[in-house]
């Protein structure tokens, strides 16, 4: 005798509560059907019309009577599951329910109760979380940890841009602040500058910060954090007040012309690294334009390096320009295979040898504006005008001739 005759031999149907297109059937009926239904060759459209039930053939198993389970009870409506039966054709199993409710005895259960707990639980493990990152980053001194004198002109000129694009009246600033300029070019230099920052004391992470900012180990212990998405508190002093009245004595610093000599040479420093930096968002930006992934490594940096020796940012543009579009047609070359990467990287070499050509054979050079889509950043705004008072200039300069003599 097989399972299935020995199981529905000891089920008990429960005829009461028995489905109303079943109700005309008697219990040995039904369990015959069930079996039948299961088992034997009889098509379900025949089985329909030799027990006269008024069902489609793709219905006819939800009408078999549900079986009790008798080991579980709805933890919400507190009567017993049942498991109900599955279509012929289906091989999943099928969870044990609860009639009233819907709920099912499975861990992704969708029913009312469920979905309410586990957002009951979820709000508990969040106020659990806010709580150690309340006492793990909790800050015991605002500082501020140096005196104006004995700052770099590295920690100025990061500190001004921090403070005045991603700060706000609560003395919080994040990356994640909507900035009508970007911070760095490209904001390729936005974790540079918070790293920076972080790393000399003048800003931490706040326990204010969204609380997706931080990461956990799998014992509920703070594992770090996510540094685009943190906010930090500026540690120049407790409240904005005094933050903002140190930064007005850097400010002042620069309106009087009277800060330390040493700053300048700093200064012109920062410069080269922005033009070069600004170099770099243009090449990938012109890489992009024809699907190609920039090589932005040590020998691109060092080739900029060298050109910016002799050339200013806006006399580098149309290289690169150029070269990318050699890199397009290069690819599209019929007579060999050339792979998108070293398409890309032929960008490289093109921009060099156009520079070299274009000292060598004295050709008048050709300067670009700035594009629309790499717009001026925050630093060359601050470090041009603020600082250095030498504006958008700088752009058209060879720096390692006009800011260096
Ligand atoms: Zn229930
Ligand atoms: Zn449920």
Request: glycine content about 4%.
């Amino acid at each position: 005798m097989d399972k299935l005759l020995e199981f529905l031999n000891l089920l008990e149907v429960p005829l009461y509560n028995l489905d109303k297109k079943l109700s005309h059937l008697s219990e040995e009926d039904v369990k015959k059907l069930i079996y039948n239904y299961y088992m034997s060759d009889i098509s379900v459209a025949e089985l329909t019309e030799l027990y006269s039930i008024d069902i489609y053939p793709g219905g006819l198993f939800q009408l078999f009577p549900a079986i009790e389970d008798k080991e579980h009870e709805c933890p919400y409506c507190r009567c017993p599951l049942y498991f109900k039966w599955p279509s012929k054709t289906s091989i999943s199993y099928q969870d044990a329910c609860c009639l009233s409710c819907g709920h099912t005895d499975h861990e992704y259960c969708r029913c009312d109760g469920c979905m309410k707990m586990r957002s009951h639980l979820e709000k508990e493990r969040k106020s659990k979380e806010k709580d150690v990152i309340i006492s793990y980053y909790k800050i015991d001194d605002y500082g501020p940890f140096h005196r104006v004198d004995d700052l770099t002109a590295r920690d100025v000129v990061y500190l001004l841009m921090f403070y005045r694009c991603c700060v706000d009246e609560t003395n919080l600033g994040s990356l994640q602040r909507l900035m009508e300029i970007p911070l760095t070019p490209g904001g390729t230099l936005d974790l540079v500058v918070i790293e920076h920052l972080l790393k000399n004391k003048f800003i931490a992470p706040s326990p204010e910060a969204d609380i997706r900012a931080f990461i956990f180990d799998e014992n509920m212990k703070p594992s770090g954090y996510v540094r685009e998405f943190m906010s930090y508190s500026v540690l120049l002093g407790e409240g904005i007040a005094s933050v903002d009245r140190y930064i007005r004595d850097i400010e002042e610093m620069f309106y009087q012309q009277s800060y330390p000599a040493s700053w300048y040479d700093e200064l012109c420093d920062l410069s080269y690294m922005l033009a070069l930096h600004e170099c770099l968002e243009y090449f990938d930006h012109c890489a992009r334009k024809y699907g190609f992934k920039a090589p932005l490594g040590e020998k691109t940096r060092g080739m900029f390096k060298t050109l910016l020796k002799t050339f200013s940012v806006s006399e580098i543009f149309p290289f690169i320009w150029s070269a990318a579009s050699s890199a397009a047609a290069f690819y599209k070359r019929v007579d060999i295979h050339i792979s998108k990467s070293q398409a890309a990287n032929s960008m490289v070499g093109n921009c060099q040898r156009r520079a070299e050509k274009t000292l060598s054979e004295g050709w008048q050079r050709k300067k670009y504006k700035r594009d629309r889509e790499c717009p001026r950043s925050a630093f060359s705004e601050i470090l041009h005008d603020f600082c250095l008072k030498i504006g958008e200039s700088a752009f058209d300069m060879v720096l390692a001739d006009s800011l260096l003599e």
